[in-house]
């Protein structure tokens, strides 16, 4: 036995460096969420439509192309009450337990869409 540490004949020096990385690689995955797939997962496409372009009802917004800071402020108010309609009395139950990582998430991805003045099929 020479005394090195090894892992599956690896000496251990050589395997920190690579698990280091791995650790970061995925913490850094998963402090950002993937607006799309969230987008999907809470139902939006259902309302909005699959990237925020067809709204289901003609009041309903089109939010595809928004900014981002809007549309993050519109959801927080949303969620807090502070935004009170008849339109948003739907949406509360969506956005209740959202995090704000995911709003932006989710924001960021309808941003990025691009705005179009025509909605619908």
Not at 46 to 53: A, L, Q, T
Not at 83 to 104: F, K
Request: aromatic share 8%; with cysteine.
């Amino acid at each position: 036995m020479t005394g090195r540490v090894t892992w599956y004949g690896l000496p251990m020096v050589r395997l920190i460096p690579v698990l280091l990385l791995l650790f970061a690689t995925t913490a850094v995955a998963a402090a950002a969420p993937d607006g799309a797939e969230l987008y999907r997962r809470y139902g939006c496409p259902v309302c909005h439509g699959p990237e925020g372009r067809q709204p289901a009802h003609p009041t309903y917004p089109l939010i595809a192309g928004q900014k981002r800071a809007y549309l993050v402020q519109q959801l927080l108010d949303i969620q807090s009450g502070e935004r009170d309609n008849g339109a948003t009395a739907l949406m509360v139950e969506v956005v209740r337990d959202l995090g704000v990582d995911e709003i932006e998430a989710i924001a960021g991805f309808l941003a990025s869409r691009g705005w179009s003045k025509q909605a619908g099929p």
